[in-house]
Structure formats: C-alpha cells, structure tokens
C-alpha cells in the first residue's frame, strides 16, 4: 500500500510504502469511522491537503482514500465515494507518525507545521 503525502503545489510530493498488517489495520480503522457532518469536504488549498492512499491491491475495496483535515474520502471500486469523519484527524495524525521514519526530515517538518497551525 503507498501513501503520498499531498504537500507541495508544483512539485513532487513524497510518497511512502506501508506493510501489509499495518496497511490492514489502517484500512480496519478507516472503516470503522462514523459519517462525516453534512457539507464536510477534504482541504482543497493550494499546498497541504492530505494524505492519498492507494495500492491496496485486487482484494481491497477501495480505489483511493484521501484522508484530509478531518475528513476521509473512500473510493470504492464502482466509483461510489463515502465521506467519512476523522475526529480530531487522529487517523491523519497516525498517518504522519507513520511517515515520520519514511520521508525526508524537510517534508515531516513541513508536513507537523501544517498540521499543527
């Protein structure tokens, strides 16, 4: 499974490899998340908007999960999204401890700037 983190406009934006088992229970928690609010969307700005999740292989359910700014996108395979909420972006947060270790020490410092301001 690969995660960009969705940071920069204009340039390349770093991407990282998550194991099996911890892809798995990534993707067990999304599920598990409540219906996001009416009129929730994911960031849309120009720099920071999220993390984008795909490769979940043919067995997964989904295409792309986009997971920005207390919200969570699921694309599933017909093409149908669900909008899902990410109270207090924990699962974001997990997703940066996650990339902590997997990316340049720039992009982390950039990347907990953004998610902290």
Same mark, same amino acid.
């Given at each position: 499974m690969d995660v960009e983190i969705?940071?920069?406009?204009?340039?390349r934006n770093p991407v990282f #490899?998550? &194991?099996?088992?911890?892809?798995?229970?990534?993707v067990a928690r999304i599920a598990a998340l409540p219906p996001a609010p009416p009129g929730a969307a994911p960031l849309q700005d120009l720099g920071y908007r999220g993390f984008r999740i795909s490769g #979940?292989? &043919?067995?997964a359910e989904f295409t792309e999960i986009v997971v920005s700014g207390g919200v969570v996108v699921v694309r599933d395979r017909g093409g149908t999204e669900r909008l899902l909420h990410d109270e207090g972006r924990s699962v974001e947060r997990s997703l940066a401890d996650l990339?902590?270790?997997?990316?340049?020490?720039?992009?982390?410092?950039?990347?907990r700037r953004e998610l902290n301001g």
């Open positions: 969705d940071l920069y406009s204009g340039r #490899g998550l &194991p099996p088992d911890t892809g798995d229970a990534l #979940g292989g &043919p067995a990339a902590a270790t997997r990316v340049h020490p720039d992009d982390m410092v950039l990347l």
